[in-house]
């Protein structure tokens, strides 16, 4: 919903007796509505009379996404019971979206990403509340059938009464005949939309139930109504015109899109984001969990616009979110150590004075005689030690040394991994590695090198070494071999060293010996190599008897790689 500043500095104006009478009956069906859908945790709405606006529901984003009733534009009736129907389910079609479609802020944005393959990203949620409307008040005639019916009706004459409807609102219209099969308001003006509403009428009856095919349906619906969508709606300059019978409301982006106003009492703001997510506080990182799962399956290209419109990129770095979901649970770093069973029992040996008197066992020394004679019949266990186990440790510090020279190419934008190039690879490991790290709660600092080190000193903030990771400079390969040696001299304890490279490195032989040394300091390194199957052993000699490598040639192989280093200190 959209207000002026000179509107919102308003005083709001005293209510006349008509108008309390009409909050109080709305209230009554609010709370009916609320008993209904088990309490769902939905502040009461304010409610208002706002002739200047045409939404009868709306988020209102500069009270802390406060839900708003304006009751201007209710129907007249003679009842209060009509009141208080017409309220009520229209208020359950409202606790519907955030209850049932599309919920929360991952759904919304799949759905949304699924309305983008055949609608820009400035008509996808007209689409997405397309469809969320029709299931919802499908359910809502599956339950209440005279209910909605009457409601139906009751709207279509208020808007056939002010003058013209819009080929978009008389789809509508006729899609609510087509899915019920009934012929509610035998207005043969809608039958030009039969073709359209029967299509889109067989694409959501279709397996009704099955919420896993929304995705498939919202496309297709997609493809249907481009046309109409393309017709009805209308992109705006901030200061555009605005044709008779349309208002203006905010799009994605900050766009303006020119909007029908029987649309808007209608479907109230198409535009709008309803998810339950939109109206919570203080859910940040439920946010970002839920951008890294809706990143894990889809192109870059196809990420970000859906997620912010979503609500759930709340903080702009979208790529970095993009590679965080990649690279979830990619990457297990195991530290264990081996710790000693305890003594077991051998056999019974005799027990002599001298020996601890604790030792000594009373039953085997009576089993072997009933007379305690010491040194004769007193008898004891022999004793060894038993096997050892092994214990997790936590993990140590981890230094990532990432190469980003112009031999690991980079286009993450690209809609094919191979497209991608080796540094996509690359960073979806040293994601993996790192976010691994912040979870045990362990410190890590970052080398992206090309030819220069550029350095992210050691932090718990992982949002600092993501960016140095994403920094890619596509120079010569150099192995910063100096600076290497001197994070690891900065670490607080012994460090465990990713180095994520392709082959092209040019000084290896002076690398060769710094990682050498540093194994000797009891630092403990892992390469991850692009591109190959396999790790040549005639090129690093000596050097793989004191570090690991592994051969990585897409992320499919990164998938459930665990690092595992078995520290025996009882042999």
């Not at 009520?88 to 979206?97: A, P, Q, R």
């Not at 030690?385 to 190469?403: A, M, S, T």
């Not at 040696?485 to 490279?501: G, H, N, P, Y």
């Not at 010996?513 to 190599?529: A, N, W």
């Amino acid at each position: 919903m959209v207000y002026s500043k000179k509107r919102r500095s308003k005083a709001p104006k005293e209510l006349t007796t008509k108008q309390q009478k009409v909050v109080e009956l709305a209230k009554d069906a609010w709370a009916l509505t609320l008993k209904e859908f088990y309490f769902p945790p939905l502040g009461e709405p304010n409610y208002v009379f706002d002739y200047t606006h045409l939404e009868g529901f709306y988020i209102d984003p500069e009270n802390k996404w406060q839900i708003t009733m304006n009751l201007a534009n209710t129907p007249l009736f003679r009842e209060d019971q009509e009141y208080r129907d017409y309220f009520h389910i229209i208020s359950m079609h409202e606790v519907s979206h955030y209850e049932v479609i599309p919920y929360d802020g991952l759904i919304h944005a799949k759905l949304l990403s699924a309305a983008m393959k055949h609608v820009n990203q400035y008509y996808a949620p007209i689409i997405v509340n397309v469809f969320a409307d029709l299931i919802i008040d499908t359910k809502l005639y599956q339950k209440y059938p005279n209910l909605i019916s009457w409601e139906i009706k009751t709207t279509y004459n208020h808007l056939k009464n002010k003058g013209q409807i819009s080929d978009f609102t008389k789809f509508l219209f006729r899609e609510y005949e087509k899915l019920w099969n009934v012929d509610l308001l035998k207005d043969e003006t809608l039958n030009d939309m039969d073709s359209l509403a029967e299509r889109v009428a067989k694409v959501i009856l279709k397996d009704f139930e099955d919420e896993s095919t929304w995705e498939k349906k919202v496309s297709t619906v997609a493809r249907y109504l481009k046309n109409l969508t393309e017709d009805t709606f209308a992109l705006l300059g901030k200061n555009g015109i605005i044709d008779k019978g349309n208002e203006k409301r905010k799009g994605p982006g900050g766009t303006y899109i020119e909007v029908p106003k029987d649309v808007l009492e209608v479907m109230d703001n198409p535009l709008e984001n309803k998810n339950s997510d939109k109206l919570k506080e203080r859910n940040e990182d439920e946010l970002r969990q839920k951008a890294e799962d809706f990143a894990k399956n889809i192109p870059y290209s196809e990420f970000g616009s859906p997620a912010t419109q979503a609500g759930i990129l709340t903080d702009g770095t979208a790529l970095a979110t993009w590679y965080r979901g990649l690279a979830k649970n990619l990457i297990e770093i195991k530290i264990f150590e081996e710790k000693p069973g305890g003594q077991l029992p051998v056999y019974p040996e005799v027990w002599r004075i001298g020996d601890r008197i604790e030792e000594l066992d009373v039953v085997q020394t009576l089993l072997n005689s009933p007379v305690i004679i010491p040194n004769l019949t007193t008898r004891k266990w022999a004793v060894k030690e038993g096997p050892g186990h092994l214990i997790e440790k936590q993990i140590p510090d981890l230094l990532i040394i990432l190469d980003s020279s112009g031999s690991m190419r980079w286009n993450y934008s690209s809609r094919s991994e191979r497209g991608r190039g080796p540094y996509h690879i690359a960073v979806v490991a040293a994601f993996a590695a790192l976010h691994h790290a912040a979870r045990k709660g362990a410190k890590f600092s970052v080398i992206n090198f090309s030819n220069r080190a550029d350095i992210c000193q050691w932090t718990s903030d992982f949002k600092k070494a993501e960016k140095t990771l994403l920094r890619y400079q596509g120079g010569g390969t150099i192995l910063p071999t100096k600076e290497i040696v001197q994070q690891c001299d900065k670490a607080e304890r012994k460090s465990l060293v990713f180095i994520i490279t392709d082959f092209g490195i040019y000084n290896w032989s002076k690398a060769k010996k710094s990682m050498i040394d540093l194994t000797q300091k009891g630092h403990k390194i892992v390469g991850f190599f692009i591109g190959p199957s396999k790790i040549p052993k005639d090129k690093f000699k000596n050097l793989l008897d004191k570090v690991t490598f592994y051969p990585i040639r897409n992320t499919k192989d990164l998938i459930n790689l665990v690092i595992t280093e078995v520290k025996k200190y009882y042999l």
